[in-house]
């Protein structure tokens, strides 16, 4: 196959090419509109899971309280679960914070229509 930008041959299957590094036409990533779909989707994964990290966050903190009555035979290992409710408590905050930019990151970027002259001027009344 030929680089169509420097002209050098590479072999068939390449994406790149091998001296200039310029992409082959079959090359094609995916439109503004479906990464920004894609960045939507991930946010609200990664907002769920973050949800599931709280809850199951929750869970240990209960645990830990239940196990805090039985006494001190066993109270490194309610110790051990409050630990567990608290970090997974953290990972699901840090999660929503990464929801959030995610979904920051999908929504449309304001475009200046005026500024590139697209938008027509409004006309003067008569």
Known sequence: MKC???????????TFCGDCGSP???VEGLSA???KRLA???AILIALISLLLIVIGLGFLRASNDLDHYGSDIGHVAHSFNDLAWFFGWLGVVGFFIAGLAYLLSLPIPKK??????????????
């Open 24 to 26: 082959f036409d079959a």
């Open 113 to 126: 229509e005026k500024e590139k002259g697209l938008v027509p001027e409004p006309k003067p009344p008569n």
């Open 4 to 14: 169509p930008n420097c002209g050098a041959e590479n072999p068939e299957g390449r």
């Open 33 to 35: 509109k479906w990464q």
């Open 40 to 42: 939507g989707r991930t």
